[in-house]
């Protein structure tokens, strides 16, 4: 195991852990290489099922140090890498579930268009509903009945909110409809998906007053780094109307310095210019001059920690948001990053700006969408209303 040591600490190295976590690194994989020879197993015969033996013990006497199940599926990583461990295949039924998964991924990306973000939302429920409806057996197409899809829908969907709920059932749907298309499946299935009910424009959006916004970028601590850098994404969600995907999925290619200007990748595969705001663009500058680690990745919000790559998903960013409420003293039902894009909406409409001015801002595909804000116009609203029957007194 020795001979490898050298070029774990190389790998680690270039993917941005520190010195003191290397070495710490070491410390375990030397441990485990106390405990192969003791075992008397060769390098050339690891495997998860080896390093699970390694760490059951551990857990149960809670020797197990922070980091160590990483550490060594990292060595395992590379050694299979470098062909030193041979790679052992997936159980058949896995292997199956994965292909199909993968395939399903690169229809949504390549024939629709979808942005990786929505594939945040698609892909687990195919998943599920595999698992589920096939549990460790090779997916069996031709058994499937509009039973098991309304089933699956009827148990998950009283657990999730109706805007969860729905996305559950565009997922489904779309996953049914791509197991048609590749002829997989001769019944539309698709259409057995139930609809969870979901009236148009029955809600209010969930927004902050613009005070308390600017109350939560004031208090945003920039006496560090990651506080910086979460400072730059506030800005982005708050003054240009960012979705939190879209924040994930931001390109160092996408801001364009000369011009002012910076692209959004949006729904649909479909991309818009928008004009960086002062402090917004000397925020994401200094970001990227100042903090921003470096790395090979290309996107433009990095982890703090190691591994340096890009921010996992969008839910990274609802949770930053979440804790800059908290931060701030902000009491809100709704905590994620949309309640900033609805925050903007309403307040450029009560400056007086128009629900086409909104809607274009924020990249709407229908004017229905704009809609939803023509409720907080109270002021707009009073000119519609009727007078009560015989008047007050």
Not at 119 to 142: C, D, G, K, S, T
Request: glycine residues 6%.
């Amino acid at each position: 195991m020795n001979e490898h040591l050298d070029a774990y600490a190389v790998a680690v190295a270039e993917q941005g852990y520190t010195h003191d976590s290397i070495r710490q690194q070491i410390v375990v994989i030397a441990d485990f290489s106390r405990w192969l020879k003791k075992k008397h197993i060769a390098v050339e015969a690891l495997n998860s099922k080896v390093v699970d033996r390694f760490l059951r013990p551990r857990r149960r006497q809670h020797l197990i140090r922070r980091g160590e199940p990483k550490t060594l599926e990292r060595l395992l990583a590379m050694l299979c890498q470098k062909g030193v461990v041979k790679r052992h295949p997936q159980p058949v039924a896995d292997n199956a579930r994965t292909r199909i998964i993968n395939e399903f991924r690169c229809y949504l990306l390549q024939e629709r268009g979808l942005s990786p973000a929505t594939l945040l939302n698609y892909l687990p429920v195919a998943e599920q509903f595999l698992a589920e409806r096939f549990h460790n057996a090779v997916p069996n197409f031709a058994m499937l009945r509009a039973t098991h899809v309304t089933g699956f829908i009827l148990r998950h969907a009283r657990q999730l909110s109706p805007v969860r709920a729905g996305l559950m059932v565009t997922a489904l749907r779309s996953f049914l409809r791509y197991l048609r298309h590749r002829g997989v499946i001769a019944t539309d299935l698709a259409a057995c998906v139930p609809t969870v009910p979901k009236w148009s424009l029955s809600t209010l959006p969930r927004f902050l007053p613009a005070a308390t916004v600017e109350r939560i970028l004031k208090r945003c601590d920039r006496t560090t780094s990651v506080g910086r850098r979460n400072h730059a994404i506030l800005l982005l969600l708050a003054r240009l109307g960012v979705r939190a995907g879209e924040v994930v999925g931001l390109n160092l290619d996408d801001i364009d310095w000369n011009t002012g200007q910076i692209t959004i990748r949006g729904k649909g595969g479909k991309s818009a210019q928008l004009p960086l705001a002062n402090d917004v663009g000397s925020a994401l500058a200094a970001y990227l001059r100042h903090d921003r680690p470096h790395s090979a990745t290309r996107n433009v919000f990095l982890r703090h920690r190691a591994p340096l790559v890009g921010l996992g998903n969008s839910s990274t960013v609802s949770s930053l948001v979440r804790r800059a409420l908290k931060h701030a003293g902000v009491e809100s039902r709704h905590t994620g990053a949309h309640v900033l894009r609805h925050s903007l909406a309403t307040s450029l409409l009560r400056q007086g700006g128009s629900l086409d001015e909104i809607g274009e801002l924020l990249r709407h595909q229908s004017p229905n969408t704009t809609a939803i804000y023509a409720k907080v116009d109270v002021t707009a609203l009073h000119t519609l209303a009727l007078p009560w029957p015989r008047g007050g007194r």
